[in-house]
């Protein structure tokens, strides 16, 4: 098991900035797939941004949006939200994959375990 718990969201003027977290704990999240989505009302919750990280190489990172950037340390998965939008405005989520499964995987085996969610609202 891994244990997600975000932190980070809030309000935010249109251009402004946000950090979200992701602490992971229990099992290692080391070469694993780990992931921010983010979920909009009466939207199917959507990739937002990926990172895969082993013990001999840079991290593999994927994202959706140009205006983020995903990074990790040690059992922390962080998300930089820059010049965020109205259209940002979402519940953002993270998610941890299986062991061993690149981000190219399956969504099913690159979200094996969520968090709770952190809400992100941008007011124009």
């Known amino acids: 098991q891994v244990h997600l718990v975000e932190s980070g969201g809030g309000s935010v003027q249109a251009g402004g900035s946000l950090r979200l977290s992701c602490e992971a704990s229990?099992?290692?999240?080391?070469?694993?797939?780990m992931g921010w989505f983010r979920q909009a009302p009466g939207e199917e919750r959507e990739r937002v941004a990926t990172?895969?990280?082993?013990?001999?190489s840079t991290p593999d990172t994927t994202a959706e949006v140009d205006r983020f950037t995903i990074s990790q340390y040690k059992n922390m998965v962080y998300l930089q939200m820059n010049r965020l939008k109205p259209e940002d405005t979402a519940m953002y989520y993270c998610?941890?994959?299986?062991?061993?499964?690149?981000?190219?995987?399956?969504?099913?085996?690159?979200?094996?375990?969520w968090g709770q969610g952190t809400q992100v609202t941008v007011s124009s």
């Open positions: 998610a941890a994959g299986d062991r061993f499964y690149k981000c190219t995987a399956s969504i099913a085996r690159i979200t094996r375990f």
């Open positions: 990172i895969f990280a082993d013990d001999d």
């Open positions: 229990g099992e290692t999240f080391r070469n694993r797939c």
